[in-house]
Structure formats: C-alpha cells, structure tokens
C-alpha cells in the first residue's frame, strides 16, 4: 500500500510574511478539517522563508521541500544551496528537476529573446547527481520528469518519460531507488490551467513505474509513488487520485490558497 503524498510548490512566490501566513493557513485548515488522515503533505517554499515556515509549522506533520539544490557540499559555487543546508534549514524533502530549472516552459516566457534554458539548465546529468547528493544528505527527492507538448504532439512522450526517469537513477543501488518519489508532469500542463486527462496522467505514472521496475524489478516499481502534476486543482484532484497509478499531487497555482490546497489533500482516497 503506497501512501498518498501531496506537496505544495510554492515557486518564486511569497515573502516570509505571506509564507507564514500560508503556512498557518493550510495548518489551521488541516486541523479544522480532522488533520491530514493518512496523507502525507508537505510544502516547499522559496528559500528565503524555509525558516520562517519551519517555526510556523512547528509540531504538526506537515513536511517541508527546498523547491532545488545543488550536489556539491560546498565550496565556491556562489547563489548554490548545499543539500545538507536544506536540511539544517528544517527541509525533508527536496524537489529535484522540476521542470522549470529543466528550462522547459509550458508557457513561453514573452520577456525573453534568448531562449530560456541559457539561464537555468538542469539536465539529466544534474538531476542525477542532485538525486545522489540529496540521498547521501538523508533528503527525500521528489524526482520530476515530463514531456514539452512538441514532444507529446511527436509521440515521444513515454520515450521522454523514460529516458528521464533512467537517467535520474544512473548509479544508484536497487535499495535506494525502493520508496523514491517521482513526479509526473507533463510541462504542457504546468501553470496552464490544462489538467492532463486522468486515464493518459494514470497511464504515464505507469511508464515511470514500469521504468523503475526494468532497472530494479517488479517490487521496486511497484514501492515508487508517482505524483501527477500539471494544474492539479480542487475540482480535479479526486479524479485524478483515484487512477491506480497515481500516487499523489504535485502541486503549484493551487498550493498558494490554503482552502485549495487543503481540499485538495481531502479528495486523496485515504480521507474519502
Ligand atoms: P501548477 O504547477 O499546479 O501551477 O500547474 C505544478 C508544478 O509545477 O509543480
């Protein structure tokens, strides 16, 4: 049985003071509507008020995610964020490859010329060693993969989303990779509004566990969770969380009003 797992990705938004007022928010609510029930939820804000959240959600069970980092301890790498100062921080969980710091939009950013990956560039070469360095920090990566809607319109969605989910996991032991956390989420439907279809999002979790289970085995893949993420939104979120393959929500727009998130967290099967 795979707990259900939601998190909240705060993005570049929120100063300490709106933080905290949307971590006490979603705290209050969860309260008020009997607690989390078995799920698990965790909330990633930006850096600069990971403190401010921890002390604002200190004692109750709701986790806490650096949205980045790099893989290198320390040393000269100026603006980079170590795994273990995530954790320091209060964070337990870490999300790795994101698709934003991929440099793969959904929505072309119309204040660019030059094209954005120049100026964020994960690949699959550091998602795997973020993935490495957050396991050797004792992080729980949320490893994120995920077709561009070219790539989709081509057909190469489940080649994208497999060869992504490989290469996070080059060089990591059979035993590390049981329990990973992945995220599914197809770029087209990042900050869109446009929900994947939940029998496509259900079949595409699918290929990540079945990509998972050519590298590990059957029970490796079938120990993996896999989020959907891609405009996840109160109206949609029970749908989407009843597929079989569906592990939990990733989610964005909705994170940032405590009443969204939270009924979000409520449509998981566990609470029904
Ligand atoms: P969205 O973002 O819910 O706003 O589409 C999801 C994500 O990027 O994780």
């Given at each position: 049985?795979?707990?259900?797992?939601?998190?909240?990705?705060?993005?570049?938004?929120?100063?300490?003071?709106?933080?905290?007022?949307?971590?006490?928010?979603?705290?209050?609510?969860?309260?008020?509507?009997?607690?989390?029930?078995?799920?698990?939820?965790?909330?990633?804000?930006?850096?600069?008020?990971?403190?401010?959240?921890?002390?604002?959600?200190?004692?109750?069970?709701?986790?806490?995610?650096?949205?980045?980092?790099?893989?290198?301890?320390?040393?000269?790498?100026?603006?980079?964020?170590?795994?273990?100062?995530?954790?320091?921080?209060?964070?337990?969980?870490?999300?790795?490859?994101?698709?934003?710091?991929?440099?793969?939009?959904?929505v072309p950013d119309p204040d660019f010329d030059a094209p954005i990956l120049a100026y964020f560039g994960d690949g699959d070469e550091t998602?795997?060693?973020?993935?490495?360095?957050?396991?050797?920090?004792?992080?729980?990566?949320?490893?994120?993969?995920?077709?561009?809607?070219?790539?989709?319109?081509?057909?190469?969605?489940?080649?994208?989303?497999?060869?992504?989910?490989?290469?996070?996991?080059?060089?990591?032991?059979?035993?590390?990779?049981?329990?990973?956390?992945?995220?599914?989420?197809?770029?087209?439907?990042?900050?869109?509004?446009?929900?994947?279809?939940?029998?496509?999002?259900?079949?595409?979790?699918?290929?990540?566990?079945?990509?998972?289970?050519?590298?590990?085995?059957?029970?490796?893949?079938?120990?993996?969770?896999?989020?959907?993420?891609?405009?996840?939104?109160?109206?949609?979120?029970?749908?989407?969380?009843?597929?079989?393959?569906?592990?939990?929500?990733?989610?964005?727009?909705?994170?940032?009003?405590?009443?969204?998130?939270?009924?979000?967290?409520?449509?998981?099967?566990?609470?029904?």
């Amino acid at each position: 049985m795979r707990r259900t797992i939601i998190a909240g990705n705060w993005k570049n938004n929120g100063l300490r003071a709106d933080a905290v007022a949307l971590a006490t928010g979603i705290r209050t609510a969860l309260d008020g509507d009997g607690g989390s029930g078995g799920v698990e939820v965790l909330v990633c804000p930006p850096f600069t008020a990971i403190a401010s959240v921890e002390s604002a959600l200190a004692g109750s069970e709701i986790g806490i995610g650096g949205q980045n980092i790099f893989w290198k301890e320390k040393g000269a790498y100026t603006g980079q964020i170590a795994p273990s100062m995530l954790k320091d921080a209060g964070c337990a969980y870490v999300i790795i490859g994101h698709s934003e710091p991929r440099g793969r939009f959904g929505v072309p950013d119309p204040d660019f010329d030059a094209p954005i990956l120049a100026y964020f560039g994960d690949g699959d070469e550091t998602v795997n060693r973020k993935l490495k360095a957050a396991l050797v920090a004792g992080l729980i990566p949320i490893i994120c993969v995920g077709e561009t809607l070219a790539e989709r319109q081509a057909g190469h969605t489940d080649t994208v989303v497999e060869s992504q989910t490989k290469a996070a996991l080059v060089g990591i032991p059979a035993e590390q990779a049981s329990g990973l956390i992945f995220a599914y989420e197809p770029v087209w439907a990042i900050g869109t509004g446009e929900v994947c279809e939940s029998g496509e999002a259900d079949r595409v979790c699918g290929v990540v566990r079945s990509a998972v289970g050519e590298l590990y085995g059957p029970e490796a893949a079938e120990s993996v969770r896999v989020q959907y993420g891609g405009s996840v939104k109160p109206d949609n979120a029970k749908e989407l969380l009843g597929k079989p393959n569906i592990d939990g929500a990733l989610v964005g727009g909705a994170s940032l009003k405590a009443g969204d998130f939270v009924a979000i967290v409520a449509a998981a099967p566990e609470r029904q």
